[in-house]
């Protein structure tokens, strides 16, 4: 096992593609750890920087307290799994299992007994004898991730190795993966786009937007304490509410959220407060899950300042509940145009200066915080998303009211930052 410090690490490619910019991370040795973005955030460089397939530009890798950058794959001790389990396909899975234990000159009748175990334990020991060729895609990359798991390496590496499969394999291997690099303490590093594997696979992850890091904890602290806009939404299915609002600070009231049409209230006593209060008379992003608004029976009381309002536009069954998207006249916000880093200048890695240029140009992941009208990226369509149990579906055009959890609701500047304390 070992442990990983990424310490000011950036990639720069031939051209000036900035892939990573001055990351800061560190992986505990045994950690199960998901690197998370969109498609193009660096987390698979990242991955392959840490291999020793990808030269660092700047910034060193240290590998259990000694610095790594020169360091061969081989002396690195990792192993890599890839989105497709390359497998020789003239051995058997068993040959292909054996093949790291023949290179390492370890005794045959013990490699054997080792790949008949491990294969047991993947649930490919009735194929070990077949050809990859025979094999579904489940079963190759059960057998790829035996391949590299038999030498007993101190660093495993995972790069979307379930992607290619269809849904309910993925959540069968995922299951398998999980308890299985557990099982072994070997420190592992799995790379996803897919947010249900981070948050079920992780004891830590990272969340990567533009080959920067935007959010790093438990997947319940980002879930529930995102750092920022992009980590809120990224981390939502189905979608978070992102609501833009002007805060007033008023007395005998409290802190009024201001949405044009509608209005909310964060009493006085709320711990936030404090942090909000200098917000007064400024645009704010709200964001609200769908399961933080919960419709209001007709008639029924609700708190003052907790309500809003909409008509009901469509929705959308999804088995052990209905999504509705109620239709409120509350301008949203598009996550994915929030606190956009500026596009760096072209520079030749390797050149004088690059990393104080890159630290010069991306100081903080976002931008200056400025009105959220000019730089929170295009207005959606004005509907609340919110979850309905069975058995209380309204139908569509019904006017709803929803009461919102308001200990729940988050707040983010114009810059997509949050706006009170991030609890780690």
């Not at 505990?28 to 660092?56: D, H, Q, Y």
């Not at 029924?300 to 509705?324: N, Y």
């Not at 994915?336 to 240029?357: F, L, M, N, S």
């Amino acid at each position: 096992m070992t442990d990983v410090v990424l310490d000011g690490v950036d990639k720069v490619y031939p051209g000036g593609q900035i892939a990573v910019r001055d990351l800061r991370l560190r992986i505990a040795e045994g950690e199960l750890f998901v690197l998370l973005g969109p498609s193009g955030c660096g987390k698979s460089t990242i991955l392959r920087m840490i291999a020793g397939l990808e030269e660092i530009t700047t910034g060193d890798l240290w590998l259990n307290g000694s610095v790594a950058n020169e360091l061969t794959p081989r002396e690195r001790n990792v192993a890599m799994v890839f989105q497709e389990g390359a497998l020789y396909p003239h051995r058997t899975v068993k040959g292909n299992m054996m093949f790291p234990l023949e290179v390492s000159g370890d005794d045959r009748a013990e490699a054997g007994a080792k790949v008949v175990e491990l294969a047991r334990a993947l649930g490919i020991n009735s194929m070990i004898d077949r050809l990859p060729g025979t094999l579904s895609g489940g079963q190759r990359q059960r057998a790829a991730i035996g391949r590299a798991l038999i030498r007993e390496p101190s660093l495993f590496l995972m790069d979307e190795p379930l992607s290619s499969l269809d849904a309910g394999l993925r959540t069968e291997l995922r299951i398998e993966i999980t308890a299985l690099v557990r099982s072994t303490g070997t420190t592992t590093v799995y790379v996803t786009h897919d947010q249900v594997e981070a948050m079920t696979m992780a004891d830590r992850m990272a969340v990567l937007r533009e080959g920067l890091l935007e959010d790093v904890g438990t997947p319940e602290q980002i879930y529930e304490d995102p750092a920022t806009v992009f980590v809120a939404a990224f981390l939502s299915s189905p979608p978070i509410n992102l609501l833009h609002a002007t805060l007033w600070a008023v007395e005998g009231e409290g802190l009024l959220l201001d949405f044009g049409s509608q209005r909310l209230s964060v009493p006085w006593n709320d711990p936030r407060a404090s942090s909000l209060i200098s917000r007064h008379g400024r645009s704010v992003i709200v964001g609200i899950r769908p399961d933080t608004l919960m419709p209001i029976a007709p008639g029924s009381p609700a708190p003052h300042g907790t309500v809003l309002s909409g008509r009901i536009r469509t929705m959308e069954f999804h088995g052990h509940e209905w999504l509705a998207y109620a239709e409120a006249g509350i301008p949203t916000i598009d996550a994915t145009e929030v606190g956009r880093p500026e596009p760096p200048e072209t520079r030749e890695p390797g050149r004088p200066g690059v990393r104080d240029r890159l630290r010069t140009l991306f100081g903080g992941p976002h931008l200056h915080d400025e009105p959220v009208e000019e730089h929170a990226g295009h207005h959606r369509r004005s509907d609340l998303v919110f979850r309905i149990a069975p058995g209380n579906r309204p139908s569509r055009g019904d006017h709803v009211a929803l009461r919102a959890d308001l200990s729940r609701v988050l707040f983010f500047g114009a810059d997509g930052r949050r706006v009170t304390p991030v609890h780690r």
